[in-house]
């Protein structure tokens, strides 16, 4: 399971990527993110398997706070949520207007 908890980014610049983002995926469920070019799809997921840190809230991975892993505990983590990353899709795409 994924638990997401108020996820907040914010770049060194001010531009807030993300901001109190809650959500929770049980086992064997889909979740679809969709936006506009540049409202922080890719930065979710990159804060998701802690390729950037996030500025405020958890990520919990079946039972795991992923924001507070650190060393061989965050590669583990990392080659664990890789095998189901490749799952995901992150695309993108202009939408009609």
Not at 1 to 24: C, H, I, R
Request: hydrophobic share 35%; aromatic share 6%.
């Amino acid at each position: 399971m994924l638990q997401v908890e108020n996820l907040t980014k914010v770049f060194p610049d001010g531009t807030v990527a993300l901001k109190n983002v809650s959500f929770q995926v049980e086992e064997g469920e889909f979740l679809a993110v969709i936006g506009l070019s540049g409202s922080g799809k890719s930065t979710l997921l990159r804060c998701i398997n802690r390729l950037i840190d996030p500025t405020e809230g958890r990520v919990i991975w079946d039972g795991v706070d992923v924001t507070g892993a650190r060393g061989k505990e965050l590669r583990r983590i990392r080659r664990k949520i890789d095998g189901q990353e490749r799952r995901w899709q992150v695309r993108d795409e202009g939408l009609g207007q």
